[in-house]
């Protein structure tokens, strides 16, 4: 089994929705983050949290938000889909500052 | 806001030859910097880390450090052509930022 494991892989909505990606790791780290990908543009960080009740913003935090809930689990929210949310996320994972990221396999969203 | 630039590429490297891609960055406070490969379809992966001036080696790797320039660069010896793929440049401690990345083709 994936140590960080995003569900869903893949998943197609309608505008005006709203949508939670979710993130779950037995990696043991205290550090998530919500990155997005689009083509030609690398990652962009979305939030990043070091404990549950540490959660910072990232780059392009508008329009999304995310929540906590556990050392291990760090889910991503767009309470109203757009289509320039269509994009490619990635949630990662570390274990100390300055440290390596170990990413999950990715959530394809489709906003239609 | 901070700001890591890199040449979006593509570069094309004959197989053998030296890879040198290119990262410049605008946060004089981080301390770490990072090189992260991506192959199409896939999830990054870290190649290298620096956190000081100079050169770092990892067998064909190697990581070159300026904080003087905010310049960050990563060789890659004796190119094969399993190293194509884009290579992404991130810098920061704990906001971790990444550049748009360089797409490398190592032509056979």
């Known amino acids: 089994d994936a140590d960080v494991t995003q569900t869903p892989r893949n998943r197609i909505t309608k505008t005006g929705k709203r949508i939670m990606l979710e993130c779950s790791q037995t990696k043991g780290h205290d550090r998530m983050y919500w990155y997005r990908q689009d083509p030609g543009l690398g990652l962009r960080l979305i939030y990043y949290s070091f404990d549950v009740k540490d959660i910072n913003k990232g780059e392009i935090s508008d329009g999304y938000s995310v929540s906590r809930q556990a050392q291990a689990k760090f889910s991503l929210s767009l309470e109203s889909a757009i289509p320039n949310q269509t994009a490619l996320y990635f949630c990662?994972?570390?274990?100390?500052?300055?440290?390596?990221?170990?990413f999950g396999e990715g959530s394809r969203l489709t906003v239609l | 806001q901070k700001e890591v630039e890199q040449n979006s590429g593509p570069l094309s490297v004959p197989e053998g030859a030296i890879a040198s891609l290119n990262c410049t960055y605008s946060d004089r406070v981080s301390q770490s910097f990072f090189w992260y490969r991506q192959y199409s379809g896939k999830s990054p992966e870290l190649i290298m880390s620096i956190y000081s001036n100079g050169d770092k080696e990892d067998g064909r790797f190697t990581a070159q450090l300026n904080k003087a320039s905010q310049y960050v660069s990563l060789l890659i010896r004796d190119s094969q052509p399993s190293d194509s793929a884009t290579y992404l440049c991130a810098v920061g401690d704990d906001k971790i930022i990444f550049g748009k990345g360089t797409r490398l083709h190592i032509l056979p």
């Open positions: 990662a994972t570390s274990d100390l500052s300055a440290g390596e990221l170990f």
